[in-house]
């Protein structure tokens, strides 16, 4: 059997990273669709912050196009897949997604991870970033910065798109342990 690729998708703060995390226990290579935009705010010198993000990112679209996250990852996505299972963790865009679908096609499932907003901007108002986060995947923002971005997500990039297509959702509204259940049914289905 081939290699299979999980992408996950989800607002800011509603636990893409938490599954991700699982995937990546279960033996899946990893990677972070984001990460591109992260590494260029700080090879610039410039502050992390959403708006620096944001700018850099519709900067990258500007020059690659809406598929910009899939097209710059893909080598990354491909090298994983030769040496086994991966999980990208942040899928973006609908053009991100058609571009995906198109190379890999049923080696790759799409999880949603969906929470309400008031509770996705109150965990990440509450984040706290500890010092072996270098790659930056658990920073606060305010519950201001985090509406902003989601207007943006849904107006400027096509979020919508991967998540009313995802093969698998997951709801993110209760305790931890009743998460991490979900996340499990999840994974056996993703091996059945």
């Not at 705010?41 to 620096?52: P, S, Y």
């Not at 910065?145 to 990039?157: C, G, S, T």
């Not at 009313?164 to 305790?175: L, S």
């Not at 931890?176 to 999840?186: L, Q, S």
């Amino acid at each position: 059997m081939e290699n299979r690729f999980v992408a996950i998708v989800g607002m800011c703060g509603a636990g893409k990273s938490i599954v991700a995390d699982r995937l990546v226990l279960d033996g899946y290579g990893f990677f972070r669709f984001g990460q591109i935009v992260l590494d260029i705010v700080k090879e610039r010198g410039l502050e992390l912050t959403e708006d620096n993000e944001r700018s850099v990112r519709e900067e990258v679209r500007a020059e690659h196009g809406m598929g910009a996250m899939a097209i710059l990852n893909l080598p990354k996505i491909r090298s994983l897949l030769a040496k086994g299972d991966v999980v990208g963790d942040g899928l973006y865009s609908w053009t991100e997604y058609k571009i995906l679908k198109s190379e890999f096609g049923d080696r790759m499932s799409v999880v949603a991870v969906h929470a309400r907003p008031a509770l996705r901007h109150e965990r990440i108002s509450k984040r706290v970033m500890g010092s072996d986060d270098k790659d930056l995947r658990n920073r606060p923002f305010s519950v201001e910065a985090a509406r902003k971005r989601d207007f943006a997500e849904i107006e400027n990039i096509e979020k919508g798109g991967p998540i009313a297509m995802a093969d698998f959702m997951i709801e993110n509204h209760g305790t931890k342990e009743e998460f991490r259940a979900k996340i499990d049914d999840v994974i056996r289905g993703l091996k059945g």
